[in-house]
């Protein structure tokens, strides 16, 4: 899933596997048809070990591998805090309106995917953040220590 939050626009994709190469070709359709004017698209993604520069080099050639990573700037979240990523809060939603049944073809998971993201995408739904930076610093103290400036008086010798 590829989410903006901004625009309350997603969308969803199925494929078989979740390789380098499958994720390289959604990120070339994001960059591509997605965002086809974007100088620069900043993806968060969890961290996933497909999730990076080095996939599009194993799915395309090069110049290719080089023109889409020109235009992409990947933030990765904290290994324990996938939960930050508003795209994982929009596939609890999708989990919970769409996939809470058993589909029993690929087929026809594929157009339950798009009529449930056409609808989404129609009404622009977005994802109400309320997570503060105070709360992060509370919840995220454990991953990003707070350290004490350190007072170094000036006869201090190195």
Known sequence: M???PNRGWRRVSNRDHRTRVDWAEEVR?????????????????????????????????APEAHRLARRLEIY???????????????????SKQCLA??????????????NWQQERNHSASKVIWRFSTEDARVKLQHLYPVFEEESVSSNATF
């Open 101 to 114: 049944r058993r589909i029993p073809t690929s087929e026809l998971l594929k157009l339950e995917l798009e």
């Open 29 to 61: 359709q994001l960059l591509d048809v997605d965002y086809p004017q974007a100088r620069k698209v900043k993806l968060v993604c969890d961290n996933l070990n497909t999730h990076n520069i080095a996939s599009l080099y194993e799915a395309f050639p």
């Open 76 to 94: 990765h979240t904290p290994r324990n805090g996938s939960w930050l990523n508003v795209a994982e809060i929009e596939l609890s939603i999708l």
């Open 2 to 4: 590829f989410f903006d």
